[in-house]
């Protein structure tokens, strides 16, 4: 087995590379253009490892796509590659349209190529996952859950250029016969996360005895997922799930924002006692523009489809995750240095040109 994965050096991406070669034998292309947000350090684990091999490219690029799906032959495609940080998003959209709109379509079309020159048995058997988001689907009230048949109505410049992503790997599917599935999936959490996410940021800042900045009030609910549940989920949708199909990924594990920042300040009261106590940082801040105010995942099509479940809690995945960033400091300090944490994203505090 084949298969070529974009974005394999960001947060998820990596998870998928790491899971791929080393639980499942694969053999793996990792494509990606080490933007901020995609370092080989995350890939430590399968350096020099003979089934993998990494090209540094953007998805942007048509040449070097039909170069890589000409040298690579790949049996599947997982396209993560994104720009993913809806503050930054919200500061400057053009890179999210560049890679989210046009990176999708140029690597869609290039896959279509590839996939239509295959012998009938291999087309047959090809895959393409286009990895998205649950914030496609916009915001929830109280009560209800996002399922697969939610109608489309992104909020942020990133959700609207991943539902336009989305969009394209559908239409793909429905004019060209391209073998595509789609997973649209809610909050990560885990290690190798880049610490402008709410989590590690929230983690180093506690460490450093920063603020840790709550948006608006800190009732914003999210769905939180431990990113190795979400890349398991994700093979098993690229191995057996239905062409044409969209897979809802989550771990029914909805938390207010301040609860997940007070849950973080008491496992680093425990694990950190030295720079704490870590509640005393707490800072409400001005609230994001266009904040969803909540996300949650009906999955029941993967776990009842597939025979997905999520292995870990939020209990369970977060307390790895603080012990994760206490030990492995060599991986986050270079990245802490390129970004100190200064707050994105608000409306009229700079634009790009
Ligand atoms: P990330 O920002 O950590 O990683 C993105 C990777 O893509 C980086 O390695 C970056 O270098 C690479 N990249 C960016 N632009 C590129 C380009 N033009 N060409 C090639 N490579 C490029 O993102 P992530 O959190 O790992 O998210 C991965 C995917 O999963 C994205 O498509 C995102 O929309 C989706 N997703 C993320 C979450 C989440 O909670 N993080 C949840 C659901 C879905
Ligand atoms: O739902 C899936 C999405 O989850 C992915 O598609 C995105 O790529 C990923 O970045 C994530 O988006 P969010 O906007 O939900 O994640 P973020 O970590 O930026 O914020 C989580 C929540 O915490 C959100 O309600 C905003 C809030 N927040 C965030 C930061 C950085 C704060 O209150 N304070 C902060 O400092």
């Keep these: 087995m084949?298969?070529?994965?974009t974005g394999g050096a960001g947060f998820i991406g990596s998870a998928v590379v790491r899971h791929l070669v080393l639980v499942k034998g694969y053999e793996v292309l990792t494509v990606d253009k080490l933007t901020y947000a995609g370092t080989l350090t995350s890939l430590y684990k399968v350096d020099g490892h003979p089934l993998h091999r990494f090209l540094r490219a953007d998805i942007c690029d048509r040449s070097a796509m039909v170069e890589a799906f000409a040298s690579f032959r790949p049996d599947r495609?997982?396209?993560?590659?994104?720009?993913?940080?809806?503050?930054?998003?919200i500061t400057g959209a053009?890179?999210?349209?560049?890679?989210?709109?046009?990176g999708t379509f140029t690597l869609l079309d290039v896959a279509r190529n590839h996939w239509e020159g295959l012998p009938a048995v291999d087309r047959a058997a090809f895959r393409f996952l286009h990895v998205s988001?649950?914030?496609?689907?916009?915001?929830?009230?109280?009560?209800?859950l996002f399922t697969e048949a939610t109608a489309y109505d992104p909020s942020s410049p990133y959700s609207a250029s991943k539902a336009a992503s989305d969009h394209l790997a559908k239409a793909w599917q429905r004019t060209y016969g391209l073998p595509v599935v789609v997973s649209n999936c809610s909050n990560n959490y885990g290690p190798y996360h880049f610490p402008e996410?709410?989590?590690?940021?929230?983690?180093l800042n506690a460490l450093e005895a920063k603020p840790l900045t709550i948006y608006g009030d800190g009732a914003n609910i999210r769905d939180w997922l431990y990113v190795e549940d979400h890349a398991r989920a994700l093979?098993?949708?690229?191995?057996?799930?239905?062409?044409?199909?969209?897979?809802n990924v989550g771990g029914r594990n909805e938390r207010r924002n301040l609860d997940v920042v007070q849950h973080i300040c008491t496992l680093m009261d425990a694990l950190h006692p030295q720079s704490g106590p870590h509640e005393r940082h707490i800072a409400f801040v001005e609230d994001r523009p266009g904040h969803d105010a909540r996300y949650a995942i009906d999955a029941t099509r993967l776990e009842t489809e597939l025979g997905w479940r999520a292995e870990e809690t939020f209990e369970t995945g977060i307390e790895k995750t603080v012990r994760w960033y206490l030990e492995n400091e060599w991986w986050w300090a270079p990245l802490r240095q390129g970004y100190d944490g200064r707050r994105l994203g608000l409306v009229g505090t700079g634009r790009e040109p």
């Design 94 to 102: 053009r890179d999210f349209v560049e890679t989210n709109v046009i």
């Design 133 to 144: 988001t649950d914030e496609v689907y916009g915001s929830l009230g109280a009560d209800g």
């Design 235 to 247: 093979d098993l949708i690229a191995e057996r799930g239905r062409p044409g199909q969209t897979y």
């Design 197 to 203: 996410k709410l989590i590690p940021l929230m983690i």
């Design 2 to 5: 084949r298969v070529l994965v």
């Design 77 to 89: 495609v997982m396209h993560l590659a994104a720009e993913s940080h809806v503050d930054r998003s």
